[in-house]
């Protein structure tokens, strides 16, 4: 039996997956790995233990499955692996979800020009994104910066140690602050404004492309940023359906045929995992992480069904009860880190459960900032959602956000995320398919479709015009 891999290097475990032509699940496996946190902010990974959960979930999947006729490699954007000539990391990753390079994005929106940014990259600076990273090091570490001999992505160092080749695909390379998105190649503008080496830089490659072997001859795809692998995995591979991935953060993902950049950058503009497509997306950072605040501030020991069950108890609006998820600053539609979270509208009435339905409204009107957002740049309106990740579980949930975004979702019958995206591109590396439609046609299959509730459209129509008065009100209060 043709197996094909999808590997996920994900912040808590590196994840993965054997699919069979069909998309039939063969095999999983899982291994984690600890997550430093050295400084109030900073997050970093040692990129080793990366590599020895790779080594852990590829031999656990090839006892299960079989040896695979291809790899695909997909994982999380933005971190930096410095390494030295000998391929060795310089010091651990810094990685996407680390804040400590305001000054470093203040300083490159300064030098490039924030409009030309945009222009250039899709996106504004932000404090996740790989360039104001190299600018840090450079900064703060110069003895380590002198030794820098390539930069590499979480999956692509996985990639460096499996094949032995330098590269990456154009949808992660997105997120580095350093690709021409337009005509996803290496911005030699923003290289020399920025001094940035682009010897230092992997070659680029179209997601389904092979981007080197094993030692057993086995091809590795160039494979994707988590986001973009996810929507394939989805069936978000060309325009038309929205993906609507619902983990810790929330993610809204249009894929589009031209590139289209928003002036203000309130969304990303990125090259999808298709060859010559590119995508929107919409970031909110605290979506089923909000979620999992309110459970461990209230009891910790807590069940998420006994949360959302007390939740089903209060109608659509919560009596004027709104949640603000800024929990972690936010990006879409504020890039702002310091955005605050919040409560209004609290009443003697509410309990916990009204505190829980107060919080699955407020992340879809999150989501529906985004897909406003989406539209504006010329994108018509959806006629469905693909929804996915742990909080996609929830009937309750997945009402609410289909009746805010008054648009019908719909599950699919293997959600995997990733890893499952990334099994798709070994697959078209391997020859399996000719291409990333005709595998996505053959392994994606929808699930049950949740519609919106008519009553409930109205009521969400009102509450998200007091919803998107509350961050500059409480911004204002606060500063």
Known sequence: MTALFGIDVGTTATKGLAIDPEGNVLARSEAEYPLSTPRPGWAEQDPDDWWRAT??????LTNSAGDPAGIGLSGQMHGL????????????????NDQRTQAECDEIESTVGLQRL???TGNRALTGFTAPKI????????????????????????????TGEHATDVSDASGTLLLDVAHRTWSDEVLEALQIDRAWLPKTLESPETAGETLSRV???????????????????????????LGTSG??????????????????????AVPQAWHAMGVMLSAAGSLAWLRNATDPEARYDTLIGEAEAWPAGTENLLFLPYLAGERTPHADPDAPGAFAGLSIRHDRGALTRAVLEGVAFGLRDSLDLITELGKEPPELGRISGGGARSDLWA???????ELPLQRVQVDEGAAFGAAILAGVAAGTWPDVH????ATVKPGDTIEPTPDWVEIYKEQRTKYRNLYPAIKSALT
């Open 55 to 60: 080594e852990t979930v590829l031999r656990e």
């Open 399 to 405: 009402s609410i956000i289909a009746s805010v975004l």
């Open 118 to 120: 945009i222009e250039l």
């Open 219 to 245: 091809p590795v795809a160039a494979g994707a940023g988590d986001q973009a692998a996810g929507a394939l995995g989805v069936g978000v591979d060309r325009p038309g359906p929205l993906s609507i991935a």
């Open 438 to 441: 005709a595998a996505v046609k």
């Open 251 to 272: 993610v809204v993902f249009a894929a589009l045929d031209a590139y289209a950049a928003d002036p203000e950058a309130r969304v990303h503009a990125f090259c999808h």
């Open 81 to 96: 692996v410095a390494l030295d000539a000998n391929d060795k990391p310089l010091r651990t990753a810094i990685l996407w």
């Open 135 to 162: 600018l840090w090091l450079r900064k703060n570490e110069p003895e380590i910066y002198a030794r820098i001999a390539k930069i590499a992505l979480p999956k692509d160092y996985v990639r460096l140690r499996l």
